[in-house]
């Protein structure tokens, strides 16, 4: 079975800044901590400390629970720590956040496939693939079809 990893970059699709996020605390000094241990647990699985990323990210998520762009980037972790069990567990969080776009669908057919459940990942990887284009269509109106005269 081959496994790809997902990094976090405008190549892959998975770009944290553009997932959606809950408001962030009230109390500026509790919102810049959780912003240092995102951007922490972020290059942690840049430079391959998946472990690293996951355990400082859950500890992130206990501080302020359900947001999205945290719990993408631990399933990231989680499933570059071969956790994928664990990171299925996060996606569904995210499901029931309705936190779900193509980066979502991406990760999500990447832990299926490490499972081994490879129809599923297979959809997944459809899902995918349909929400991107679905969002491009709609950034970028001007490349829809039209008929020459």
Partial sequence: MVTTTTPL???SGVNPQSLPTNTLPEQPELALKLELMDLL??????????????????????LAP????????????QL????????LTTLERMILLGAIDASFHLVHGQVLQQLGR????????RAHIATRQVGS?????????????
């Avoid at 359900?66 to 972790?77: H, I």
């Fill in 118 to 125: 490879e129809t599923e990942a297979a959809s997944a990887m």
């Fill in 66 to 77: 359900d947001n999205p762009k945290t719990l993408l980037t631990l399933a990231v972790a």
């Fill in 137 to 149: 269509r709609q950034s970028n109106p001007s490349h829809s079809s039209h008929k020459k005269p």
């Fill in 80 to 87: 570059r720590s071969e956790k994928a069990q664990r990171a």
């Fill in 41 to 62: 647990g972020y290059i942690y699985l840049q430079h391959g400390l998946p472990d690293k990323a996951a355990v400082l990210l859950t500890a992130r998520d206990v």
């Fill in 9 to 11: 970059n405008a190549d």
